[in-house]
């Protein structure tokens, strides 16, 4: 895009001591753009001011046509003819500077065509109609999207709203992403001349914007620079700081990372392993991260070595000679080639020990891996080459293979942001989520969550807005809270509700990591009942845990007219027509029922002392009134009652099943138990009647929960999940206990 000056934004080099690509001599601008003045060169041969751009091009692309970057460096050239920077150069400057560092990146020739032509639409009169007709669609479309919008069409909302077009252009094609990241690495080059507070402003939309978009597309050389730049302009006490630790470190005699290197050498040599061992140096930044993290620094903490092989067993080969012939940190390895990271990186991370305990960071990984490990996405060519028949689609988006799942994820939010200011401050949130981890559906499929997502993130990203539904989670096959912090490898099955109107709880965006579950839960409680309605509500009852189910018998469920939406709440039966020896004699509304043998009209009930419950054994007693008691067989009651001469009958568990029945949790103390204890059977259908909760002794907390059962099956089931909230050690039935009478 436009750039407005060349000189340093800090003064001395920003550049990370040592090499870190092939040595190039450095390009003069100014005589380039002196050059640049004189016009084109003749029809056949290339300008001599392009001539550096495509020594790097064949460098990588040995057959390369260069006629298209003829072309669109003659077009590039006398469309910008007259302008100049801030500086004073000639304006093509920028577009050859922004094109050389794609080319020494590896970008194919669309990309670099692209890239010359990439500020013409927006500062000549060249049209997009011409770029397509001398260049072709993917050159029109590339230029497009890093094309910004006008601030007089667009106003304060032009900066966010150019970034909004550019994400979805990049959704379509990952390239434009490229030429933006090498755009703004050469713009942030040549910022010194401008006003400190606009360094400032530009500088923080490239620390929180782009720079997080250069780590997730993987192109890390552009993505250390600009950091090492952004930190010169926004912290330059520090910056100084640095370059004077990295100075004091490049003049002390004797480099320990260059007698490790040496040593690694012989090790592979001894062990016939082809390899080239680098000694990488640390960028700015980076050092000023290691300082941090452990104080004072040593030699061998400003830089890394680099070993690179041929083959992805070789790097396991280098790996076994280190750690058999050197003193390994075990602690420090790493696999990134068994398990790539979300931006295409590979690599085996490990450190060895010096005699002097100076630990070596050591990066291990094949040519290519290194490749992609510095470009990126750059790197991967053109991810739309043949067969032609996959290159149309009816809606004219190109579906990319190489998409990763974090940009997908951004362009479904994005859609949702209602404003401008929504989407720039969800965006700069979304993009300081640089970690992402990997959870697993249980029909095998995968979300891709940032670090710290939770199951309603996941809950969005597997339904969308349908996540509203969502009535719990199960992690790893254990119940959990909606709140429940996922990890990498987990598996989550999300439990879904049959209401098509239920909704979320406010609670949830306390739960909620994602742009997508935010945005989603915020525009779903805007178009709720007006808050008046929802507080006189509230007065009646409380809600549901994380949008369950409504309990029978909860305030709730009573004022639920057959027109309220909420679903039916299941009410155990209350009267029994025609008695006969098979129907049960009499049941309470709270109670399974229960058949007295031989007795057809005689009222029964079930102890409170064992609460027995299908298919407990069971035996009945007669007691005052003609009215039967069941007990459990084991109940300590039986034998007192026996003992007693109490009349016995037999009785048997009738067909209803429907049951009441105490349950003990016994847990350790932990905020939100008796929350995450409620929301679990809640989860499972029953309604709670009482609940009591002793006083904690010794950390320990013991629950007494009566339940009331819509069927006595599920109460093994119950139990399960009552055990598998997190603290809770142990849940049973209540001991019988001798009664009271």
């Known amino acids: 895009m ?45 300008p001599d001011a392009i001539g550096h751009v495509a020594e790097a091009h064949r460098a990588h692309f040995p057959e390369a046509d260069l006629e298209p970057l003829r072309r669109a460096y003659v077009l590039a050239e006398s469309s910008h003819r007259g302008q100049m920077r801030k500086s004073g150069e000639p304006y093509i400057t920028h577009p050859l500077a922004v094109t050389l560092i794609l080319a020494e990146l590896g970008a194919e020739t669309t990309t670099l065509t692209a890239s010359l032509l990439h500020d013409t639409v927006e500062d000549t009169d060249v049209t997009l109609d011409q770029v397509r007709e001398q260049f072709g669609e993917e050159v ?113 005699p004797g480099d320990p990372l260059t007698e490790v290197a040496e040593q690694v050498r012989g090790v592979l040599r001894e062990a016939d392993v082809s390899a080239e061992v680098l000694v990488r140096p640390r960028h700015f930044v980076s050092v000023h991260r290691v300082s941090r993290k452990r104080g004072r620094l ?26 058999t012939c050197m003193t390994p940190v075990v602690s420090e390895f790493k696999d990134f080639i068994a398990v790539p990271k979300f931006n295409l990186y590979q690599s085996l991370h490990t450190a060895v020990a010096r005699e002097d305990g100076q630990v070596v960071e050591v990066l291990i990984r094949t040519h290519q891996m290194h490749k992609a490990a510095e470009a990126g996405v750059v790197a991967l060519g053109n991810p739309y080459a043949p067969p032609a028949e996959e290159h149309s689609a009816s809606d004219g988006e190109r579906a990319d293979p190489t998409r990763p799942g974090w940009l997908s994820r951004l362009l479904e939010w994005q859609r949702a942001a209602p404003d401008p200011d929504t989407f720039w401050s969800t965006l700069r949130e979304d993009l300081a989520q640089d970690r992402e981890i990997t959870v697993f559906r249980p029909d095998g499929g995968t979300l891709g969550l940032p670090e710290g997502a939770t199951c309603v993130d996941a809950a969005y990203a597997q339904y969308g807005e349908d996540a509203h539904a969502c009535i719990g989670a199960r992690v790893n096959g254990r119940l959990a809270t909606l709140s429940t912090v996922l990890k990498d490898g987990d598996t989550v099955q999300l439990l879904m509700g049959q209401d098509p109107a239920s909704e979320p709880s406010e609670e949830w965006l306390d739960h909620a990591h994602t742009p997508a579950a935010r945005i989603a839960i915020q525009r779903r409680l805007a178009t709720r009942q007006p808050a008046a309605d929802r507080a006189q509500d509230a007065a009646g009852d409380a809600a549901p845990a994380a949008g369950g189910p409504v309990r029978a018998g909860s305030a709730a469920a009573e004022r639920a ?61 007669a007691v005052r009134g003609g009215m039967v008691t069941v007990h459990r067989v084991e109940c300590a009651a039986v034998a007192r009652m026996r003992n007693a001469g109490r009349a016995e ?33 809640a989860l499972e259908g029953v309604e709670i009647v009482s609940a009591t909760v002793a006083p904690p002794a010794q950390q320990r907390v013991r629950h007494t929960y009566t339940l009331q059962l819509p069927d006595a099956a599920g109460l093994p089931a119950l139990m399960r999940a009552m055990r598998n909230v997190p603290g809770v050690y142990d849940v049973s039935r209540t001991q019988p206990q001798p009664p009271g009478v």
């Open 649 to 681: 009958f037999g009785v048997r568990w009738g067909e209803t099943a429907a049951c009441r029945v105490t349950l003990l949790a016994e847990s350790f103390g932990r905020p939100h138990l008796l929350a995450d204890l409620t929301e679990a059977i």
């Open 298 to 323: 040593r030699g061998c903490d400003f830089g890394r070595l680099l070993v690179l092989v041929n083959e992805d067993a070789d790097c396991y080969a280098v790996l076994g000679e280190l750690h």
């Open 561 to 621: 007219g057959p027109d309220s939406g909420m679903p039916p709440v299941p009410v155990p039966a209350g009267a029994v027509p025609s008695a006969g020896p098979d129907v049960p004699a009499a049941f309470g509304p709270d109670t399974a029922s229960v058949v007295v043998v031989g007795r057809p009209d005689a009222a029964a009930r079930l102890a409170g002392c064992c609460t027995p419950v299908p298919p407990d054994e069971i035996t009945g007693f």
């Open 2 to 46: 436009s750039a407005d000056a060349t000189n340093p934004a800090a003064p001395g080099p920003v550049s990370p001591v040592g090499p870190r690509r092939r040595a190039r001599p450095r390009i003069d601008l100014r005589r380039l753009g002196r050059a640049a003045l004189l016009g084109p060169a003749a029809r056949d041969r290339l």
């Open 140 to 252: 029109r479309y590339l230029v497009d999207g890093v094309t910004k919008l006008e601030k007089v069409d667009y106003g304060a909302a032009a900066e966010p709203e150019t970034f909004r077009k550019m994400l979805v252009a990049t959704g379509s094609d990952v390239r434009v992403m490229s030429i933006k990241l090498a755009d703004r690495l050469h713009n942030m080059r040549t910022l010194g001349v401008m006003r400190p507070e606009k360094q400032a402003r530009i500088a923080k939309v490239t620390r929180d914007v782009l720079i997080p978009l250069a780590e997730r597309l993987g192109v890390q050389a552009l993505k250390t620079e600009l950091e090492d730049l952004v930190f010169a302009i926004l912290h330059p006490e520090e910056y100084a700081h640095t370059r004077e630790l990295i100075a004091e470190n490049a003049g002390r």
